[in-house]
Antibody
Framework: EVQLVESGGGLVQPGSSLKVSCAASGFTLDDYAMHWVRQAPGKGPEWVSGISWNSGTIGYADSVKGRFTVSRDNAKNSLYLQMSSLRVEDTALYYC????????WGQGTLVTVSS | EIVLTQSPATLSLSPGERATLSCRASQSVSGYLAWYQQKPGQAPRLLIYDASNRATGIPARFSGSGSGTDFTLTINSLEPEDFAVYYCQQRSNWPITFGQGTRLEIK
C-alpha cells in the first residue's frame, strides 16, 4: 500500500525557517517525480514545488521561489522542503504528492506562520 | 503561468442526476489535464488524468473529455458520496496549476 507521511510542521514566526519531511513507503521512490502542494484554510490546492526522480529537474511556484528548497533522498525514501523567510501567507497544510499527476497524497503537515 | 477557470462555481443537483463540470485553460495544455475530488478534512483524490483516463479504483460514472483548452468532467447518476469540491489541474507546463474549484452540492 502506498503511504506518504508528512512531518515537521508547526507554529513559527514570520521570517523564520522550517523544514518539513515526507516519508514514502509501499513504492519505489526513485521511480517517480514528487511534489509539494499546499492548501491554505478554506482555499484550493496550490502547487509549491516539484522534483524529478533523480533531482535533475526542479521547479517552484513564483510565490516561494528563492525562499523554499526541495530535495529528496531516495535511499531514505524521503522528500524534503526547506522553507525560509516564512510569511504569514505561507500558512497552510503542506502535502507531499506522488507523480506528476498527484496519484497519492499524505495527510499533510500544518505550517502556521504568525507572530 | 497557465490559468485554469472552472465553471460553475457551485452546482446544485439531486442524487441520480448528471453533473457536468467545465475547466478552461488560458492556453493549450494538450491533454495534460487531471480532475480531483476533495471532501472536507481529506486530501484531494485523483479521479481522471490525461483528460479522459480514470485513475485506479474510480467508478465508471466518472468520465472526462476535452483537449487543448476546454475540458469537461461528467458524473453520471450522482451518488450521495459524490457531493464534494472538484478541481482541475494541468501538468503541461510548470508551474503546475489548479482551477479554483467547483462545489457540487445537494439540491
Amino acid at each position: 500500500e502506498v503511504q506518504l507521511v508528512e512531518s515537521g510542521g508547526g507554529l513559527v514566526q514570520p521570517g523564520s525557517s522550517l523544514k518539513v519531511s515526507c516519508a514514502a513507503s509501499g513504492f519505489t521512490l526513485d521511480d517517480y517525480a514528487m511534489h509539494w502542494v499546499r492548501q491554505a484554510p478554506g482555499k484550493g490546492p496550490e502547487w509549491v514545488s516539484g522534483i524529478s526522480w533523480n533531482s535533475g529537474t526542479i521547479g517552484y511556484a513564483d510565490s516561494v521561489k528563492g525562499r523554499f528548497t526541495v530535495s529528496r533522498d531516495n535511499a531514505k525514501n524521503s522528500l524534503y522542503l526547506q522553507m525560509s523567510s516564512l510569511r504569514v501567507e505561507d500558512t497552510a497544510l503542506y502535502y507531499c504528492a506522488k507523480d506528476n499527476y498527484f496519484r497519492a497524497w499524505g495527510q499533510g503537515t500544518l505550517v502556521t506562520v504568525s507572530s | 503561468e497557465i490559468v485554469l477557470t472552472q465553471s460553475p462555481a457551485t452546482l446544485s443537483l439531486s442524487p441520480g442526476e448528471r453533473a457536468t463540470l467545465s475547466c478552461r485553460a488560458s492556453q493549450s495544455v494538450s491533454g495534460y489535464l487531471a480532475w480531483y475530488q476533495q471532501k472536507p478534512g481529506q486530501a484531494p483524490r485523483l479521479l481522471i488524468y490525461d483528460a479522459s483516463n480514470r485513475a485506479t479504483g474510480i467508478p465508471a460514472r466518472f468520465s472526462g473529455s476535452g483537449s487543448g483548452t476546454d475540458f469537461t468532467l461528467t458524473i453520471n447518476s450522482l451518488e450521495p458520496e459524490d457531493f464534494a469540491v472538484y478541481y482541475c489541474q494541468q501538468r503541461s507546463n510548470w508551474p503546475i496549476t489548479f482551477g479554483q474549484g467547483t462545489r457540487l452540492e445537494i439540491k
